[in-house]
């Protein structure tokens, strides 16, 4: 995201990793027109803090959003869509996610279901609602090949997605429903760079890391700040050669 200002939309935008993407999107030297902070909750407590970078930075507007709620999203895209107009969106980054640490043994219909809702249905709807307004960035755009200055979905994923890499990683995070949402929105992303190649919209999983946030739990190996701060260096290396591509916040390429 060099010279010309983008427009970005983060989901899960009120703490956590998203948080941190907004302060340093704001904060950073990548201009961003519009940066769009959905939240489930945007005036509750645990959104003060993404009010407080609100207020500092008027190019940050906040929007209600559950992605687990299709209704919601249409009704997000309907107002992103006023605000961006015929230049679209250049950036949506899927970050919101939902963690259910049961085993096999102890997984239920429900705990599944909501997992599963908020981590790949929630990302699958948020890629169809706003593929208009992605569309239009593309369109608006004068970058050739792809990029995320121009038009791109970053999913954020985990490498407890990979299969290959179960053996060793189950004996510390079992967590089953969570690992299979993650494995479905891997094959989603590698199926919708496929499928919109042609329009030239790049799609691309990043691993944060094992991060101290309230959903990596104390035990992370690395901080919030740390994790974004090379996230964001890998979207803006981003090109057509990255488009599917599986990789961490180091620029790594993981395992399917």
Known sequence: MAAQPVTVLITGANRGLGLEMVKQMVEGKCPVKKLFACCRD????????????????????IIRLDVADLGSIKQCSQQ???????????????????????T???????????TLNTNL?????????????????V??????????????????????????????????????????????????TVCAAEELKKDEILFSLLHPGWVRTDMGGEEGEIDAPESVTGMLSVMES???????????????TLPW
């Open 42 to 61: 945007p005036n509750g407590p645990k959104a003060e803090a993404l009010q407080a970078l609100a207020k500092k930075h008027p190019n940050v507007h």
């Open 80 to 102: 992103v869509g006023a605000q961006v107009g015929t230049g679209g969106l250049n950036l949506l980054i899927n970050n919101a996610a939902y963690l259910d640490k049961s």
């Open 104 to 114: 096999v043994q102890k997984t239920t219909a429900e705990g599944m279901q909501t």
């Open 121 to 137: 249905m929630g990302p699958m709807y948020m890629t169809q609602e706003f593929l208009p307004h992605l569309r239009a960035a």
């Open 139 to 188: 369109k608006a755009s004068k970058i050739p090949g792809m990029s995320t200055r121009k038009a791109a979905v970053v999913n954020i994923t985990s490498f407890l997605g990979s299969m290959q890499l179960v053996k060793d990683t189950f004996s510390i995070f079992t967590y089953i429903p969570y690992r299979i949402s993650k494995a479905g929105l891997n094959m989603l």
């Open 238 to 252: 981003l090109t057509e050669k990255q488009n599917a591509a599986f990789l961490d916040y180091k620029g790594k």
